[in-house]
């Protein structure tokens, strides 16, 4: 491993260890860094094993958990028998859209929490509070990432 890829997998095993500090499985946040620091186009499950010194079972949880965030996809190798994993393009605008899911969760709670509560309620008033702030964050939040998508797909940057 020469100077650069010993730096990039630094910068990825701290960044893997922010992850783990906010909540993150720790395999699953450094199986992610992986293959966003790697300057490999995809890895194989055989690679990250080997990369990060873990099981493949390890390496296949970390998998089933990162595809249905939309960070990374599985695709297609020719000739190679083996799945080939990927960061995805535009991942992190794909993770903060998936976040909408649930804003509206927690707006159609406080919605029911008023229906049940009452407006006028002391519980009414706070839930009253909750559902504009998340009603706030979810027309914003897409509007954010629709902004940064024009601006990036444009190269501003």
Request: aromatic content about 6%; charged content about 25%.
């Amino acid at each position: 491993m020469d100077e650069r890829d010993t730096q990039l997998r630094e910068c990825a095993e701290r960044l893997a260890l922010t992850l783990a500090q906010s909540g993150m499985q720790r395999t699953t946040a450094r199986v992610m860094t992986a293959l966003l620091f790697t300057q490999q186009e995809t890895m194989t499950a055989a690679d990250l094993c080997e990369e990060l010194k873990i099981s493949s079972g390890a390496v296949s949880g970390a998998v089933n958990q990162l595809i249905p965030t939309g960070m990374i996809e599985r695709v297609p190798a020719p000739g190679s028998r083996r799945d080939h994993y990927r960061f995805r393009e535009h991942a992190w605008a794909t993770l903060m859209g998936n976040q909408n899911a649930l804003l509206d969760s927690m707006w159609n709670a406080a919605a029911e929490g008023i229906k049940a509560a009452g407006h006028d309620s002391v519980a009414g008033r706070r839930l009253d509070e909750m559902q504009d702030f998340y009603g706030f964050m979810q027309r914003e939040m897409a509007a954010l990432i629709d902004k940064w998508r024009q601006r990036y797909d444009a190269g501003d940057r």
